[in-house]
């Protein structure tokens, strides 16, 4: 009988480990690692996607491009199936063996992509799925600054009442870009003496400058409680931050910006394939597209979603600014990796 009692519970055994470890494989394969920015993807279109496919998305956050490299490289692209990347950086990854094309069939609602935004940059028809874009510029405190913000030169030439007021994005391409477009220089600027003037400008701005990172998108935010005057910021972002707090405003200076566009990026190490192209898919149904956009106030790609968009949000200069405003703007464009090189080194004494 003992014999009988212990081998049954030897059998009973077996049995709950092969179903513990089918389910941890299970829930293994039903779980997507999304590489992205904070505050960027309407929480309900997650639980949305979850609770259809039975699936996790796991949302593993950076604050700037550069962060996101070397996450990146510290992992050989490893432990992620989906990254959100910057245009530019398309290339580079598909070169390291990061990424992997995209299967159109598997990926329907791709036909609702305006494909200005999908042959934008090099590779980016083939590899990436077009997320949101908008522009970089200057958000403020209209009640503390006391007057209107039109130029890069209030930021990067700020009065003395902006001393330790100012907050920079901890990022080379935005910080020295941004100050060439002040500088009458373009952002994608290859000449060292237009990018040594520009280092200039960012030494003249240091006592000025708060913080090098990214401003926290909630009422914790410095620009909210007013530790901060101005910042540089993403358009999107700044009007977030306005629903805490009515008196921050977005500028795209007159001097032009940086045009960017986010793309989305499946991962050649991915184990998930199919569900990562489902996601995609699940992002790019228009009700969907249209409800992320109004969650995050950015500029969707999506045009059936457009299509969907009240007029009050179409109309929102700061989401759709006009051809004119971004007439002087610019999309960046990949850099030689010397210039790269050169630009970093210059931000990372600045920023240190």
């Known amino acids: 009988m003992l014999h009988r009692l212990l081998f049954t519970f030897t059998i009973l055994s077996q049995l709950l480990l092969s179903m513990v470890i089918s389910t941890s494989i299970y829930a293994a394969q039903n779980e997507l690692v999304f590489l992205t920015w904070s505050e960027y993807i309407d929480p309900e279109i997650v639980q949305s996607f979850e609770e259809k496919y039975q699936a996790k998305i796991k949302l593993v956050y950076y604050e700037t491009d550069d962060a996101r490299d070397e996450l990146l490289i510290q992992t050989d692209g490893k432990g992620y199936d989906l990254i959100l990347s910057d245009g530019t950086s398309i290339s580079r990854y598909k070169k390291q063996g990061w990424i992997q094309t995209l299967p159109i069939k598997e990926i329907p609602n791709l036909k609702f992509i305006n494909k200005k935004w999908q042959n934008m940059f090099k590779d980016s028809y083939q590899y990436a799925v077009p997320y949101f874009w908008g522009t970089t510029g200057i958000a403020y405190r209209k009640d503390l600054i006391g007057r209107e913000i039109t130029s890069w030169k209030d930021l990067f030439q700020p009065t003395e009442s902006l001393r330790g007021k100012i907050a920079m994005i901890r990022s080379s391409r935005d910080a020295i870009g941004m100050a060439l477009k002040q ?170």
């Open 183 to 352: 500088l009458g220089f373009s952002v994608n600027s290859e000449s060292r003496e237009e990018i040594k003037l520009a280092e200039a400008l960012l030494k003249a701005q240091k006592p000025y400058v708060r913080d090098y990172s990214y401003i926290v998108l909630d009422k914790t935010s410095a620009l909210v409680k007013g530790d901060v005057h101005m910042a540089m910021a993403y358009s999107g972002d700044a009007l977030v931050l306005q629903e805490h707090n009515e008196n921050i405003e977005y500028v795209l200076p007159k001097e032009g910006g940086n045009i960017w566009i986010d793309y989305i990026l499946v991962s050649n190490n991915s184990k998930n394939k199919k569900l990562a192209y489902r996601f995609l898919n699940f992002l790019n149904t228009p009700k969907i597209a249209k409800k992320n956009a109004e969650f995050v106030y950015y500029a969707t790609p999506n045009k059936a979603a457009k299509k969907l968009l009240d007029k009050d949000f179409l109309n929102n200069t700061v989401i759709y600014p006009s051809t004119n405003a971004l007439s002087k703007s610019e999309i960046y464009t990949p850099l030689r990796p010397r210039s790269n090189r050169f630009r970093n080194q210059i931000f990372s004494n600045i920023a240190e």
